[in-house]
């Protein structure tokens, strides 16, 4: 116990996992309680208030907020200088008149001015005018015009002009005052009953005088009703006679004054709705939120949204605390029972803290995005969830994939829904996913295993939707359910095509190798079997047929024998670099260039092609379960006939016993770690001590493959992976049929004469 306490290793994976576990607490945010509601849930009995609570009545405040905004008047901009010469202008025009006899004396101007210059008027206000005067002739109007502003007598036209203009400019003091807007540019929104604000142009500040919209068009202010048209009778010497002809004149006269200031209105608009008090919606405990056998719509989930914020502004800080520290004890549970499985059944990843982390990585990032996209309207937690098991079942393997999906649907649904239904659509999502993906041969195995999940989605949610509502017909004029169940459908299959576009990206962050991958590196136009081919052509053939052999046996236990195979093809390419010192490379007849070496030379040499493989294989970026293989294949076996070499030596010479110590004379391993990597060795081994024998009858192979099998459990080459005695047995026996399949013996045939060939 006390060994286990002071293990650095244990407490450096504990310390690991412990820090996953708080990183899970703050990613899942387990202070706060999960909102459980989204778009299209059947709420079969109806929700009521938990809690009493106020919210925004938006459409309250809306209304006030439109009352306050057709209470802001229209800012308009009065600039009334082109005013101040209109009695100047009036003065000039009634003297001509006075001066005149007849139209023709009259300049065109005041002419058009006065509406005299056509028997029909121009505009209706000139017709108007016209036959107010009693009558449509020109000549007629203008001798009577003439004569209101001459009178009887003549020598005081002038007098009774100037008093006409006198008169005439206080007349038009409420022009100044409220301005002319132009009829044709009356802004959208003004109404009769609008009230405009008045400002004089040059002001700073928005205050005024207030008017409406007839009270500052000209042609309801000179009518009867209007306040110049009432102001007639105030002014003398405006009498009946002259006063069509002076509002005709102001008709034509009178240029439009008020301009729009839309910024000022605008401003004024924003202020006015920014200064509505905002109304509020108050429901009792027990209020209904939600009537009993409807589907949540936008409307009532803001509803429920606002309960639920109130709620969690009424929980204190100790609450919330005890929340996360439960949350945190659930997850100290879970995580207990997995580390139980790794470590029973994955010991490589429990052992490999790179790995460890990585896989944890991996669920809390799964588990923090699950729950980010998871709200309305993404709804797309099965994309990150059905990615990680994926993803875990190509890098690991199906067991492990299947467990971490349980896991994160558990997780995902405790920090969301809260509801069984959706951890039954996760979790069978997942296991549809994990089920088929036994091996990955192409990326097509990825995407038809999505479609297959994507399928289970929507039969999964549409049949615990049939089982929650009780009716089948309900569920299928639910329109927004339907929708959401095919888009999560459709989801499943964007997480198979991230997977399918990452591999490479996850067979460097794993460590492993898919069977694409291989399938690739299999091809022997790979450049380094194509070197093995020219510089070391004896190893590539050792090399195939070991890969074919090693294939074959590594089936029978249940491994994976294109990896094997594929490693076969490298294992040895660490020779190529002296590959006349390996006997398979030889000619016949020459010399073993060993002869000229001492035994602890030669064995350097021999070893160092496993480094040498390891360095090549680095270098052409070969994947790490190949350079394993490479690295593995011999494990701490022993050179055995250089060091009986070497033993004989020292016997012989008593100063050079040192130099049979048995450890110089060892690869360095490590031992195989794998079943695919302890196949190899066996075999590896196997076909080359076949080649040694004369006559390889089955018995002498039998004998030599168990041999040879035995030797290597009794140097524990095995004791680092996972191979059991069973599979061992299955190993040797299939190695034995292979190899006596290859050197079977073959008929003798008669020698054929050349007279018989002849014939």
Avoid at 68 to 89: C, G, H, K, M, Y
Wanted: net charge negative; with cysteine; proline share 5%.
């Amino acid at each position: 116990m006390v060994g286990l306490i002071q293990n650095r290793g244990l407490q450096l994976r504990l310390g690991i996992v412990f820090v996953a576990i708080l990183l899970l607490v703050v990613a899942l945010q387990s202070w706060r309680a999960p909102f459980t509601y989204r778009l299209g849930d059947y709420v079969p009995h109806g929700i009521c208030a938990k809690i009493p609570f106020e919210r925004i009545d938006d459409d309250e405040t809306e209304r006030a907020r439109d009352k306050a905004e057709d209470a802001v008047a229209f800012i308009f901009r009065n600039n009334t200088s082109q005013l101040a010469s209109l009695p100047v202008e009036l003065r000039a025009q009634l003297g001509d008149i006075a001066q005149a006899d007849s139209l023709a004396k009259l300049a065109t101007e005041t002419l058009e001015d006065f509406g005299l210059t056509t028997t029909v008027p121009a505009t209706e206000k000139a017709r108007e005018a016209g036959e107010r005067f009693g009558t449509t002739s020109p000549e007629e109007r203008f001798q009577k015009l003439r004569a209101a502003v001459v009178g009887p007598d003549m020598s005081m036209a002038q007098t009774r002009i100037d008093e006409m203009v006198e008169e005439f400019s206080q007349f038009i003091a409420p022009i100044y005052e409220k301005g002319v807007i132009d009829p044709k540019k009356v802004p959208r929104g003004v109404t009769p009953d609008k009230l405009l604000l008045i400002v004089p142009e040059k002001q700073q500040d928005e205050t005024g005088s207030e008017a409406l919209l007839p009270q500052v068009r000209l042609q309801d202010q000179l009518n009867e009703a209007g306040q110049l048209g009432r102001s007639w009778g105030k002014f003398p010497s405006l009498k009946k006679d002259i006063q069509l002809a002076l509002s005709y004149w102001l008709f034509k006269r009178v240029q439009p004054t008020l301009t729009f200031d839309q910024v000022a209105t605008k401003n004024a608009i924003a202020k006015a709705r920014a200064n509505v008090e905002i109304r509020m919606e108050r429901f009792n405990e027990g209020d209904t939120l939600i009537r009993p056998k409807e589907t949540i719509n936008p409307v009532n989930k803001t509803l429920l949204a606002d309960e639920y914020e109130a709620a969690e502004k009424e929980i204190s800080i100790w609450a919330r605390i005890a929340r996360a520290g439960i949350v945190f004890l659930l997850l100290l549970v879970l995580a207990g029972l997995n580390s139980y499985y790794i470590l029973w059944n994955e010991p490589k990843l429990a052992a490999d803290v790179g790995r460890l982390v990585t896989y944890l990585a991996a669920i809390v990032i799964t588990a923090f995005l699950g729950r980010l996209v998871s709200f309305d309207p993404l709804r797309a937690e099965i994309v990150p969830l059905l990615t990680a098991v994926l993803l875990i079942g190509v890098a690991y393997n199906q067991f492990l994939a299947t467990l971490t999906a349980f896991s994160l649907s558990l997780v995902l649904t405790m920090s969301t829904t809260g509801r069984l239904e959706d951890f039954l659509v996760l979790l069978a999502t997942s296991a549809a996913a994990i089920i088929p993906l036994r091996r990955v041969s192409s990326r097509a195995t990825l995407i038809k295993v999505s479609f297959f999940s994507a399928i289970t989605y929507f039969v999964i949610s549409c049949g615990a939707a049939v089982i929650e509502t009780q009716s089948l017909t309900e569920v299928y004029y639910n329109t927004q359910f339907l929708v959401m169940s095919a888009k999560g459908a459709s989801l499943c299959l964007v997480a198979g095509y991230l997977v399918a576009g990452s591999l490479p990206f996850v067979e460097k962050l794993f460590g492993v190798v898919t069977d694409m991958t291989l399938l690739e590196l299999s091809d022997p136009s790979h450049p380094l079997l194509q070197d093995l081919v020219r510089l070391a052509p004896g190893t590539y053939n050792h090399s195939v047929a070991v890969a074919s052999i090693a294939e074959t046996a590594v089936e029978k236990i249940g491994g994976n024998g294109l990896l094997v195979r594929v490693g076969a093809y490298f294992h040895d390419i660490g020779k190529m670099l002296k590959p006349q010192y390996f006997v398979e490379n030889m000619q016949d007849g020459s010399v073993s260039r060993h002869a000229q070496l001492n035994p602890a030379m030669s064995t350097l040499i021999i070893i160092g092609h496993v480094k040498d493989g390891v360095d090549l294989g680095e270098q052409y970026g070969l994947p790490a379960p190949i350079i394993d293989i490479i690295e593995q294949h011999h494990g701490t076996t022993l050179v055995e006939y250089f060091f009986r070499e070497a033993t004989r030596i020292a016997e012989c010479t008593p100063d050079h016993r040192t130099d049979a110590e048995e450890s110089s004379f060892r690869y360095p391993g490590p031992k195989p770690q794998s079943k695919e990597a302890g196949v190899l060795m066996i075999v590896d081994a196997c076909e080359s001590a076949c080649r040694t024998l004369t006559e390889p009858t089955p018995k002498r192979i039998e004998s030599l493959v168990s041999n040879i099998v035995m030797r290597r459990l009794l140097d524990d080459q095995f004791d680092e992976c996972d191979l059991q005695m069973s599979d061992i047995r299955s190993i040797q026996d299939s190695v034995i049929k292979s190899l006596i399949a290859v050197y079977h013996g073959r008929i003798r045939y008669p020698e054929v004469t050349r007279e018989t060939q002849t014939a």
